[in-house]
């Protein structure tokens, strides 16, 4: 059987590869798309490459200057802000609007903590306030360098298996992550973002201004329960709220002109979608 989202990633992956980038000496993954309009940077969570956001990137092409990065085999959050910062520096950009999605999000959160000027706009997505929780269970609470790669992988293919038996109609995203932890994201990156949340460092207190902070959240989401959502949002203090009544964690792949609409409206880009979130402080569709 064919999988359209699939064969969408990867035709877009062909027209856009992934540029190989030494940044203090970690090489990271970058997909660029030029544009004379805003700097936008994504941060994939534990299970995307660079080009997991590619729907929302093909609707903005020329639209926005556009970096979406892929984590290295080392590091870890710390480090990374330092690599990101370089990475701006080199492409002669001042600040961005970052969103960061699950343990983007929390990475995207400590740059707008310890480089808060870099940060022109600050979105949290999916994502978590505090990781003491998460590293207490599976897969974080193993030897994240010792347990067989099989037995990680497996892991992450009992919940997606089990999330597409409940929502078959999302079974074609359920498959593109399959994809990704299957062997399309190598066995050290995978097991260094496992790493990168169970040893994040806390989370200094935030330097962005509340009017330029974002939250995206889903109701349904199966990886961030309510007590995460609520916490994120009570420190933080954003300036709106989005909240996703479906899409689970990933509804950049799910629900991807909402998600893109979202961007468009924090980027002051023309919306070109027909659903428009509204104008309240807490956003939910």
């Known amino acids: 059987m064919t999988n359209a989202l699939i064969e969408s990633r990867d035709r877009f992956a062909a027209e856009h590869p992934e540029e190989r980038v030494m940044l203090n000496g970690r090489e990271w993954g970058v997909v660029e798309l030029a544009g004379n309009g805003p700097v936008l940077l994504l941060i994939p969570g534990t299970l995307g490459r660079g080009d997991i956001f590619w729907q929302q990137m093909a609707a903005l092409e020329g639209r926005a200057r556009i970096l979406s990065v892929t984590y290295p085999e080392t590091g870890g959050v710390a480090e990374w802000t330092g690599d990101l910062t370089a990475l701006l520096d080199a492409r002669g950009i001042d600040n961005a609007t970052m969103l960061g999605s699950s343990l983007g999000g929390y990475f995207a959160q400590y740059i707008a903590a310890t480089h808060?000027?870099?940060?022109?706009?600050?979105?949290?997505?999916?994502?978590?306030?505090?990781?003491?929780?998460?590293?207490?269970?599976?897969?974080?609470?193993?030897?994240?360098?010792?347990?067989?790669?099989?037995?990680l992988r497996a892991g992450f293919r009992r919940g997606l298996t089990a999330w597409a038996d409940t929502h078959p109609d999302q079974r074609e995203m359920v498959e593109l992550l399959l994809g990704e932890v299957g062997g399309r994201i190598p066995e050290r990156e995978l097991?260094?973002?496992?790493?990168?949340?169970?040893?994040?460092?806390?989370?200094?207190?935030?330097?962005?201004?509340?009017?330029?902070?974002?939250?995206?959240?889903g109701a349904d989401d199966p990886l961030i329960p309510l007590f995460m959502r609520e916490e994120v949002r009570a420190v933080l203090k954003p300036g709106i709220a989005y909240r996703f009544e479906s899409g689970g964690h990933f509804p950049y792949a799910v629900r991807p002109e909402l998600y893109t609409a979202i961007l468009e409206e924090q980027l002051g880009l023309v919306s070109t979608g027909s659903t428009a979130w509204g104008n309240a402080g807490v956003r939910a569709l």
């Open 116 to 151: 808060p000027a870099r940060v022109a706009r600050l979105i949290a997505a999916n994502t978590l306030h505090d990781t003491a929780p998460v590293s207490q269970t599976p897969p974080y609470i193993s030897d994240l360098d010792a347990a067989p790669i099989a037995e």
């Open 191 to 217: 097991r260094n973002r496992l790493k990168g949340i169970k040893y994040a460092p806390q989370l200094p207190p935030v330097g962005v201004p509340s009017g330029n902070i974002v939250t995206i959240e």
